[in-house]
C-alpha cells in the first residue's frame, strides 16, 4: 500500500477476480436452466413412451404395467 491506497496491480486484481466470480455464477445458472429444460424434455419423452407401450399392448392384447 502507498499513502493507505491499494496499489493498482492489487485492485485491479480483485477487479478481475470478482468480474470472474459473477461470470461463473452466470455460468452455473445457465447450466441450471438447461439441465431444468433438459429434464422436462424427458419427462415428455417418457410420458410418451409410456402411451405409445400402452396403445401397442392393447392392439396386441397385452398388459403394460
Do not use: P
Amino acid at each position: 500500500m502507498k499513502n493507505g491506497n491499494m496499489s493498482y496491480t492489487q485492485t485491479n486484481s480483485i477487479q478481475l477476480f470478482r468480474e470472474s466470480l459473477l461470470e461463473l455464477l452466470e455460468g452455473i445458472e445457465s447450466f441450471g436452466s438447461i439441465a431444468q429444460d433438459d429434464a422436462i424434455r424427458i419427462k415428455q419423452m417418457g410420458e410418451a413412451f409410456a402411451k405409445k407401450d400402452k396403445s401397442i399392448s392393447q392392439k396386441m392384447n397385452l398388459e403394460v404395467r
